[in-house]
């Protein structure tokens, strides 16, 4: 019922900056919560930002806040997670993903985004 494609990976340089995109499709993508997860190799997969449909309520993990902003386009039905300030450790996959109702875990979340790879040198 959503579909979530995914992109804007790459690599870059601690400090540096990037913006990650997601692109939905699916009747229930305006009323659904939106989140960005991430994943990095031999650890769980994160919450690191989600915003309600209706844009008023946002959370942050605290590793990022203050560095990363998530934000969405309704018309577009697009997605957004700028970072700034980069550091290695944000190295990971990240992922979209959407679920009716807003859990950390992300196991509870219903639909995922086919994942981005973001690697930041130091």
């Known amino acids: 019922q959503v579909q979530l494609v995914e992109s804007g990976g790459g690599l870059v340089q601690a400090g540096g900056s990037l913006r990650l995109s997601c692109a939905a499709s699916g009747r229930a993508f305006s009323t659904y919560v939106m989140g960005w997860f991430r994943q990095a190799p031999g650890k769980e997969r994160e919450l690191v930002a989600a915003l309600t449909w209706s844009g008023g309520t946002t959370y942050y993990a605290d590793s990022v806040k203050g560095r990363f902003t998530i934000s969405r386009d309704n018309a577009k039905n697009t997605r957004y997670l700028q970072m700034n300030s980069l550091k290695p450790e944000d190295t990971a996959v990240y992922y979209c993903?959407?679920?009716?109702?807003?859990?950390?875990?992300?196991?509870?979340?219903?639909?995922w985004g086919q994942g981005t790879q973001v690697t930041v040198s130091s």
């Open positions: 993903a959407a679920d009716p109702n807003f859990t950390t875990r992300a196991t509870m979340w219903r639909y």
